[in-house]
């Protein structure tokens, strides 16, 4: 094969890699790592030369090189100033740890711990024994068990109490949740057989009743979390459904989701939130299992939880299928402190509370001071009144009562990238031609990190 000759000017592989301009990312990314950026720029390289372009210089490709390099190394886990009104916002990490979890997090996770022994007797025991018994206290449920996230909870309840036999779930809550979480996948996943009862936009008890057989195993009810049905719309109270399951002698579970185990604020009193249904009274209208997350409104780590009558917390427990989504010890460390700043009735110690909680008043003093920054730059912004929201899959649609700072100008995409890429981030949200930071998701200790952030992004 004859190589025209402009290819042959392009830099060869070990040149690049040897380059003393990366010596710096290779030596954090790895002589491997760069190698195959080295090539795939050259491969680029290539075909733009056959097309035509102009064969790329040594400089020109160990540049590229470089810059691909540094890309990767941001793309790590990196701390952000979420601006985006969104609490438990889901690409952002959903709840934030309180002070108390981290710090038990920091005293558990280098050192041996007491995970499953028992220091008065000396003997093995249960791991998350003591979490599990303070959700149990908590919620006013006779025993709970703790798993990886809610998806694991949903799909361990179902599989031990449903496997190879049907569950009963409205047609109006077949609902997918957000990345990935999907009823019937995860009802077929169970090897439990799904049987749709009702219409999507109304069922009433007679449908579950009419369904029920020989091979039912339990009824399903979902949270349709973010998905809403307005209208000619009807679904059975929790408790009437209860009734039904009690009759026939079968477990009604709830996926809840959310995992609200207290009253939310006065922030949120009047908007769809304050009907968010919490574990105690989803176990207090009668649903014999109810399963929800821990980095939601619950405010913990990453994790689930199964909350409900005791055999069947047992049979979950005893599941083969449980030690495969158990929750890790470092989010069991986290779920500890967060127990106990609820059993201490601090829930200004836990951030999702703290952040929902802010008055609006306090919101809008700290807007206006970023936007008097703002203004000594020689940029007018207002402060405005905004909607902020829960996030999190759950009740996105429910608006929290928040305020922005709103920067209108010829190029908001631009600016919310600038303050994408400084450091830390700043997310906001483009609405409108302009753009927002909204004060309810930001900490009040992040505050001169905005300011800083938009003093750069304006700096000539
Ligand atoms: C969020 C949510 C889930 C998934 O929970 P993860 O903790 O993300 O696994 C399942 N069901 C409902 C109703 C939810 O709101």
Known sequence: MVVPVELQKLPKVDRVVDAPELSGVRGTLGKKAV????????????????AGAEPATLAEVVARVRERAEVRLRAGLAPVVNATGVILHTNLGRAPLPRASIERIAAIAGRYSTLELDLSTGVRTRRGLQAELGLAELTSAEDVVLVN???????????????????????????????????????????ARLVEVGTTNRTRVDDYARAIGERT???????PSNFKITGFAERPALSELAALAKSRRLPLIKDLGGGLVVDLPPTVAGSELAREPSVQACLAAGADLVCFSLDKLFGGPQGGAVAGRAELVRALRDDPMARALRLDKLALAAVEAVLEAYRRGALCDIP?????????????????????????????AETVQSEAAIGGGTLAEAPVRSVALRIAGPAPEALAERLRNGEPAVIGRVVEGA????????????DPQIVAALTRAFAK
Do not use: Y
């Not at 190698?35 to 056959?50: F, K, M, Q």
């Not at 195993?217 to 949270?223: D, E, K, P």
């Open 35 to 50: 190698t195959a950026l080295a090539r795939s720029v050259i491969a680029e390289a290539r075909s733009a030369a056959l």
């Open 149 to 191: 996230n809610n998806a694991a909870a949903v799909m361990l309840a179902l599989s031990t109490l449903a496997a190879g036999r049907e569950v009963i779930v409205s047609r109006g809550e077949l609902v997918e949740i957000g990345g990935g979480f999907r009823i019937p996948e995860v009802l077929a996943r169970s090897g």
């Open 352 to 380: 999702v509370h703290a952040l929902l909680s802010a008055g609006i008043d306090e919101l809008e003093r700290r807007v206006d001071q970023w936007r008097l920054a703002l203004g000594e730059l020689g940029v007018s």
């Open 217 to 223: 195993a339990c009824l399903l009810r979902v949270h």
């Open 435 to 446: 753009l927002l930071l909204d004060a309810r998701s930001v900490f009040p200790g992040e």
